[in-house]
């Protein structure tokens, strides 16, 4: 069984995605609208 949430040493699926995701976002704003 999983814990929930994930240990320190366990990084959440999530937190991954959005460490990758939010720059990307971020980068493609400044360069449509910056």
């Known amino acids: 069984m ?3 949430p994930p240990k ?3 990084p959440s699926p ?3 995605v ?3 995701t939010v720059p990307l ?3 493609a704003i400044w ?3 910056g």
Do not use: T
């Open 14 to 16: 999530i937190i991954l």
């Open 8 to 10: 320190g040493n366990e």
């Open 31 to 33: 360069f449509l609208y």
């Open 2 to 4: 999983k814990q929930f």
């Open 25 to 27: 976002i971020a980068f």
């Open 18 to 20: 959005l460490a990758a």
